[in-house]
């Protein structure tokens, strides 16, 4: 079992920063491939970004690609979103999720951990 924690959350006025973290306890976090989901009330929850075990290589929804930065650190069992130029439409739960399936783009995997989530809120 793996437990997800996230951190960071928020709120920021339009066009500020935050990085978001995710902690776990897994000895085995480098054998898993995670990303950051988002769901605003009312919408369903939505890809953001993912990142493979090793941190080679990154995925990106267009709706922030060039503002956010997914990263990880398998040393400290840690991974992070950094979200710069927030948009009122950014606002949402952020949800970091982890998969030991292999993603190279097209269908996104199935997760299989999930964290509680952290709210994020961004004034315009």
């Known amino acids: 079992q793996v437990q997800l924690v996230e951190s960071g959350g928020g709120l920021v006025q339009a066009g500020g920063s935050l990085k978001l973290t995710c902690a776990t306890s897994a000895r085995t976090f480098s054998d898993y491939h995670t990303a950051w989901f988002r769901q605003a009330p009312g919408k369903e929850r939505d890809f953001v970004a993912h990142?493979?075990?090793?941190?080679?290589?990154?995925f990106y929804a267009d709706s922030v690609k060039g503002r956010f930065t997914i990263s990880r650190d398998n040393a400290k069992n840690t991974l992070y979103l950094q979200m710069d130029s927030l948009k009122p439409e950014d606002a949402a739960i952020y949800y970091c999720a982890a998969t030991r399936t292999y993603y190279s783009g097209g269908t996104l995997p199935a997760y299989d951990y999930w964290g509680q989530g952290t709210q994020v809120t961004v004034s315009s």
């Open positions: 990142i493979s075990k090793t941190g080679g290589r990154t």
